[in-house]
């Protein structure tokens, strides 16, 4: 059988703007599995299951999470690790031009998930906003897509991925559950800034070069997918100022504004790049044709991509 994540590699597709556009605060809650391929465990509490439904709507990402080789026990067994994040990104539900806090990690545990929702302001969240939830957690924070029951990519490759990482980082490695991109396995996302990566090797060398990047705030561009919360035109224009600049620091390069022009689809970036203004124009890219894209549903379809149009930095004058 070729599997979505096979036929993903063997046409070099491009994973620069995969990135999820839409959300850039994080609630992770710890929770043993098993995790169903879509909805949520039925043993989580009520207030729970609907905090989990309301969270999307108001720009918040809700990842349940668990150790890499757990071993699965009831979700109300002992105190559960709790996380929330923001990313400091613009996300789609942030107006352009507003300053958002610096990425920031919080950390907790409790005794009893009924309690949570009480103590999550998501509309807080949704903003970016710290929420107060408990300490402040110096990062990386590495979550691994091990979503087995989601795509069957997910099981193979993302749960090796998480094992490899944690015999690097540690208790700074989690499983969790969909991230998004099944065909990109084993898919990983940096906290708190919300880097994703997907096509991870299965080496120690290649989990060494991730977790050293994401501890020094630095992007590994062969594998970025993306930083979560900007559009995807917007994640692939970064990604050629990056490339171009070698400009691999998280903080070097940041989106300024962006508009899209409705007829030719075509989308204008401008950057900071080291505070110099960069000028990117990207658009669409010609259709590749359909093929798998999820192994466990059989989806076939032709994912979406954008290309480079015209890069280059305004003359200065004198």
């Known amino acids: 059988m070729d599997f979505c994540s096979d036929i993903c590699q063997s046409l070099g597709e491009p994973m620069h703007d995969t990135a999820p556009s839409a959300a850039a605060g994080w609630l992770l809650v710890e929770h ?6 879509s909805g949520r465990p039925t043993d989580l509490p009520d207030g729970m ?8 709507k108001v720009g918040v990402r809700v990842q349940l999470i668990r150790r890499p080789g757990h071993v699965r026990r009831q979700a109300s067994s002992r105190d559960a690790h709790v996380f929330a994040a923001g990313s400091g990104t613009y996300g789609g ?7 958002l806090p610096a990425p920031w990690l919080e950390h907790r545990t409790i005794g009893d998930l009924a309690h949570l929702p009480d103590l999550v302001d998501l509309e807080a969240l949704g903003r970016g906003e710290r929420i107060g939830l408990g300490a402040h957690v110096e990062g990386p924070l590495m979550l691994v897509c091990a979503h087995g029951t989601r795509d069957t990519c997910c099981a193979m490759y993302g749960r090796r991925a998480a094992k490899g990482l944690a015999r690097v980082a540690r208790d700074r490695v989690w499983e ?15 906290l708190p800034e919300g ?6 090797a299965d080496s120690p060398t290649a989990y060494r070069d991730l977790v050293r990047a994401s501890t020094d705030g630095e992007i590994l ?14 994640q692939a224009a970064e990604w050629h100022v990056r490339t171009a600049g070698e400009a691999t620091s998280i903080d070097a390069v940041r989106a300024l504004r962006w508009s899209t022009d409705g007829s030719t689809e075509r989308t204008s970036v401008t950057f900071g790049l080291d505070g110099d203004p960069v000028n990117v124009v990207v658009q669409p890219a010609a259709p590749a044709g359909a093929r798998l894209t999820s192994c466990t549903k059989a989806e076939l379809s032709d994912p979406k991509h954008y290309e480079l149009v015209s890069m280059g930095l305004p003359v200065s004058a004198g």
């Open 32 to 37: 043993p599995g098993p995790w169903p391929a």
């Open 49 to 56: 299951i609907r905090l989990m439904a309301r969270a999307p």
């Open 93 to 99: 539900f942030i107006p352009q031009g507003v300053e």
């Open 176 to 190: 969790t559950t969909h991230i998004s991109g099944h065909r990109f396995a084993p898919n990983v996302v940096s």
């Open 195 to 200: 880097v994703f990566y997907g096509g991870v």
């Open 221 to 234: 561009l062969t594998h970025y997918r993306g930083r979560v919360g900007l559009p995807a035109p917007v």
